[in-house]
């Protein structure tokens, strides 16, 4: 089976290589515009193209080891190293001239590999957000960015204990203020989380819906 070059490959090997388009429900032709509908139901940025998206690679425990790029996913699956969990929301198929690999997004290694310890994960803006849920510590609205606690301006650092999440009102309104000189106060010490999934989330601003039975609950 032949497309032109501008649709992109997948290369698993010498002689093999994946094509993949998406395709109408209703009609079965190509529809390239499907796969953009479908990310945003599914909460993936629209702008990133699925060859550029991350899958979730579990241990053979289900334990979360990493976000590999969709390339190297699709060559775990075709050497039979791992297995896939769920699917791509979209519904694409990957097709070679000898088989076909459904998209996923989330695969299983099929042996257990043991993991070393992992130190703190690095404070980021994905790993901050998913920490505080997307809300504003101030009044709890949609947050939008991050506040230092302690102004840095007054010696503040950029640490999990000093950053929290903030909207854009709020923001504005603290400035290089402190919390006591605002009647402000936190309802929670911000720190550092905890949980092997952390330094993954920091790397991923735009995890997949799908991982988060894998991922487990925002923990401070």
Not at 50 to 74: H, S, Y
Not at 88 to 113: C, E
Not at 153 to 171: D, E, I, L, M, P
Request: charged letters at 20%.
């Amino acid at each position: 089976m032949t497309r032109a070059a501008s649709e992109g490959t997948l290369r698993s090997g010498p002689g093999t290589a994946l094509r993949s388009w998406s395709r109408s429900p209703e009609t079965g032709s190509l529809d390239p515009a499907a796969e953009n509908g479908a990310q945003h139901r599914s909460g993936l940025a629209a702008s990133v193209p699925w060859a550029r998206r991350r899958v979730l690679l579990l241990n053979a425990t289900f334990e979360p080891l990493t976000a590999l790029p969709m390339r190297r996913a699709i060559v775990l699956l075709v050497c039979g190293k791992a297995e896939i969990v769920h699917g791509d929301p979209t519904g694409m198929v990957l097709h070679s001239a000898r088989s076909n690999v459904l998209v996923p997004s989330v695969i299983k290694l099929s042996s257990y590999v043991r993991v070393p310890y992992r130190g703190q994960a690095p404070l980021t803006r994905a790993g901050l957000m998913h920490r505080d849920r997307y809300r504003c510590v101030y009044c709890g609205a949609r947050a939008e960015t991050i506040d230092h606690v302690v102004p840095r301006s007054r010696g503040g650092a950029h640490s999990w204990q000093n950053c929290v999440a903030s909207c854009a009102k709020c923001n504005h309104r603290k400035a290089d203020k402190l919390l006591t000189e605002l009647g402000w106060r936190l309802c929670t010490t911000p720190s550092a989380p905890r949980g092997m999934h952390w330094r993954l989330l920091a790397d991923v601003p735009d995890a997949d819906p799908l991982w988060r039975p894998y991922l487990g609950a925002p923990a401070a």
